[in-house]
């Protein structure tokens, strides 16, 4: 910890040694800014994402029942990341709201394909063959 803070204190009094010396010599200044040019700016931050509207969702129900389960997966890691957490908000496909910080389409692939395909099984045990 001790050597930390001595590190930072050289390191401070080395900047403003540098600083004075920039501002009293212009070729200093000048060979200390195409050096500093090479560093990064600050990220630029990006606007969020464009809220997707109900009537742009895809029906995961007839998409699921059109394809095969591993099709239907795939098919989901195909969508945008928010077009999928659109989905999983409007169907009520995780109430633990563990999927709000997922950022990996497989993840939400995976819990959409689940849930889909469990909603659709639901209640098929008491459903009789009229064959």
Avoid: C, Y
Wanted: without cysteine; neutral net charge.
């Amino acid at each position: 910890m001790r050597e930390e803070k001595l590190i930072v204190r050289i390191l401070r009094n080395l900047a403003t040694v540098v600083a004075e010396e920039a501002s009293t010599n212009p070729q200093f200044a000048d060979r200390l800014e195409a050096i500093l040019a090479e560093v990064p700016s600050k990220k630029k931050t990006s606007k969020p994402p464009k809220p997707v509207l109900d009537e742009e969702l895809p029906d995961p129900f007839v998409e699921a029942k059109a394809r095969t389960a591993s099709e239907f997966e795939l098919w989901l890691r195909d969508l945008e990341i928010p077009v999928l957490k659109a989905l999983v908000r409007k169907h009520d496909l995780d109430s633990s709201k563990k999927w709000q910080k997922w950022q990996e389409s497989e993840k939400f692939a995976k819990l959409i394909s689940d849930q889909i395909q469990a909603r659709m099984q639901r209640g098929s045990a008491f459903m009789t063959n009229a064959d």
